[in-house]
T-cell receptor, first 112, second 112 residues
Framework: AQSVTQLGSHVSVSEGALVLLRCNYS??????LFWYVQYPNQGLQLLLK??????LVKGINGFEAEFKKSETSFHLTKPSAHMSDAAEYFC??????????FGKGTRLSVIA | DAGVIQSPRHEVTEMGQEVTLRCKPI?????LFWYRQTMMRGLELLIY????????DSGMPEDRFSAKMPNASFSTLKIQPSEPRDSAVYFC??????????FGQGTRLTVV
């Protein structure tokens, strides 16, 4: 069965600094991978997705992620953090058309 | 498209009462999911439907929980009787085949 591990339940960065949120997955077949963002009292919004095309995926708000099969990783990065990036971020995996399985989430704080 | 619509957004009820949460998926999406989000357990899949048919309800915590999808445009999640430990945010999501899930804004349930 597929699973996701997000390293670090809370990450804090300075405004303008690099954002790196880590995600490792387990899957018995080539996976579909997703990053979602959740702002307080809202639903989950898709940031980006990997569905077996290019391994470097660009998403909204300047985020990107790289699929590394050898490392079973799909880390999320952004070159320069903005105050508006403060939110909860979730990595998810799916095996084809199976339901998405989510990690525990990483809360990102951005310090002015 | 208005997205996935959930109602109510907030529900406060007394222990022992019946609670019904409602969801209207995005038109044309053939899969529907009910997730529960808590601080302790994160995002848990409760049940999912493909083409209105329940496929996997192994995530439903107890017989007190039930879900239906009478047609492609409507689903309900019912808790009877409700208990304080059922307090959580309940999300409905829908999905076309082999891509990301689209989430509603959630229903925040408080059982007192």
């Amino acid at each position: 069965a597929q699973s996701v591990t997000q390293l670090g339940s809370h990450v804090s960065v300075s405004e303008g600094a690099l954002v790196l949120l880590r995600c490792n997955y387990s899957s018995s077949v080539p996976p579909y991978l997703f990053w979602y963002v959740q702002y307080p009292n809202q639903g989950l919004q898709l940031l980006l997705k990997y569905t077996s095309a290019a391994t470097l995926v660009k998403g909204i708000n300047g985020f990107e992620a790289e699929f590394k099969k050898s490392e079973t990783s799909f880390h999320l990065t952004k070159p320069s953090a903005h105050m508006s990036d403060a939110a909860e971020y979730f990595c998810a995996v799916s095996e084809g058309n199976t339901p998405l399985v989510f990690g525990k989430g990483t809360r990102l704080s951005v310090i002015a | 498209d208005a997205g996935v619509i959930q109602s109510p957004r907030h529900e406060v009820t007394e222990m022992g009462q019946e609670v019904t949460l409602r969801c209207k998926p995005i038109s044309g999406h053939n899969s529907l999911f009910w997730y529960r989000q808590t601080m302790m357990r994160g995002l848990e899949l409760l049940i999912y439907f493909n083409n209105n048919v329940p496929i996997d309800d192994s995530g439903m915590p107890e017989d007190r929980f039930s879900a239906k999808m009478p047609n492609a445009s409507f689903s309900t999640l019912k808790i009877q009787p409700s208990e304080p430990r059922d307090s959580a945010v309940y999300f409905c999501a829908s999905r076309p085949a082999y891509t990301e899930a689209f989430f509603g804004q959630g229903t925040r349930l408080t059982v007192v």
